[in-house]
């Protein structure tokens, strides 16, 4: 049984950093995509970064209002996906979740939520400004 567990939301002040963990178990880091999704207050969900697992971390994929400030990483040994947030805004604010594919077939990553197979419960982010 697959098992994502997001963990490291909390709450930080506009410019604060936060880095968010998800642990898989049950899920192995073939060359699947991984991602981070998000969904504010009175928003839909987006996806906010994006890398295929066991390449080298090549190729990482971002929404265009995190780049320069998001990095998603990856842990093989761990089995556990990351994402550093630097320079936080208060429209970070979110729900984050991460999730995974079970084809190794999609290239690139994609933010299409559909296509993600697995999802973790979700850890909150609270940037106050």
């Known amino acids: 049984q697959v098992q994502l567990v997001e963990s490291g939301g909390g709450s930080v002040q506009a410019g604060g950093s936060l880095r968010l963990s998800c642990a898989a178990s049950?899920?192995?880091?073939?060359?699947?995509?991984m991602g981070w999704f998000r969904q504010g207050p009175g928003k839909e969900r987006e996806g906010v970064a994006a890398?295929?697992?066991?390449?080298?971390?090549?190729?990482?994929r971002y929404v265009d209002s995190v780049k320069g400030r998001f990095t998603i990483s990856q842990d093989n040994v761990k089995n556990t996906l990351y994402l550093q947030m630097n320079s936080l805004k208060p429209e970070d604010t979110g729900m984050y979740y991460c999730?995974?594919?079970?084809?190794?077939?999609?290239?690139?990553?994609?933010?299409?939520?559909?296509?993600?197979?697995?999802w973790g419960q979700g850890t909150q982010v609270t940037v106050s400004s």
């Open positions: 999730a995974g594919t079970d084809s190794v077939n999609i290239w690139p990553c994609t933010f299409v939520s559909r296509r993600y197979n697995y």
């Open positions: 049950g899920y192995t880091f073939s060359s699947y995509c």
């Open positions: 890398m295929k697992m066991n390449t080298g971390g090549g190729s990482p």
